[in-house]
């Protein structure tokens, strides 16, 4: 077998060095939409970091790159020719002949061998930036007001019940209690000397959900209306749990909303947990 010579490279003390950061992309890197979405994030939150595309001269670019390019996305820089794949290290090294004269001998070997390559510089367009400096924005302000809300709640459910179904409530809020999350319960919540009407106001408005034990009872309470009617107006989220009862004893404004039977209640609970997550 005949064996080949390394090409050996001059040993050169350059005049200056200047420090850059890159990312080199080669054709078949984008075969997939997720894969051309990762040189979109690149551009985006990494500007100074240069992008450039490799080619090889006469070949077709993958086809979602073209496709962002057409559709104004991806813009090309520039296009620079005679790239040459390195022949001692990964990635590419220009080398441009005059006068079929090399600099080097060592150039000539790797020109000759070929195959050349262009390398494109890739920019994100200035409409695809807004777009996604304004997908950005919006993102972190539904973030911050996420966030606003979950310092401000100070309950993650609002216990709505008649007091002849304490002990089904009870039941309820212990469950919740024990799942990690904070129910109120005024029979619990509510001290001796507390103003009893500004509780109630203060912690519907502090809890995520209002969940209306539906009883008999509760049905004829005209407190209980008043709470839920609160809460309808807060425009909380409000779970009617049926004890007792079915969807027909439902005022009309609740009848349209999804309702759960009171020995399902651990379910709701671990939605309430997923849904919180």
Sequence with gaps: MEKKESIMFPSIMP?????????????????????????????????????SYFCEHGEQWDSLLS?????????????????????????????????????????????????????STLVLS????????????????????????????????????????????????NAITNSGKKAFMAEKDIQPGHDFEEVIRMALKGS???????????????????????AWALEKKIVPILFRSDVSSLPDRLKRLHCVDFHCYNDLINSLSSNQK
Excluded: C
């Design 15 to 51: 005049s200056s060095i200047s420090l850059s950061r890159f990312i080199d992309y080669q054709r078949n890197d984008f075969g997939s939409e997720e894969e051309l979405q990762s040189l979109i994030a690149n551009l985006f939150y990494h500007p100074e970091v240069k992008a």
């Design 67 to 119: 496709e962002a390019v057409r559709q104004d996305e991806v813009l090309i820089e520039k296009t620079e020719n005679f790239f040459f794949r390195h022949p001692q290290a990964s990635g590419f090294i220009n080398i441009e002949v005059r006068d079929d004269k090399y600099e080097f001998e060592w150039q000539r070997e790797v020109a000759e061998a070929g195959p050349m390559y262009s390398r």
């Design 126 to 173: 200035a409409h695809k930036r807004l777009s996604l400096e304004t997908w950005q924005k919006i993102h972190m302000e539904d973030e911050y007001r996420e966030m606003k809300l979950a310092k401000d709640f100070q309950y993650d459910v609002f216990l709505s019940y008649s007091s002849a179904n304490s002990s089904e409530a009870g039941q309820i809020s």
């Design 208 to 230: 995520r959900e209002v969940w209306l034990l539906v009883s008999p009872s509760s049905i004829k309470s005209e407190w209980v209306t008043t709470e839920w009617g609160a």
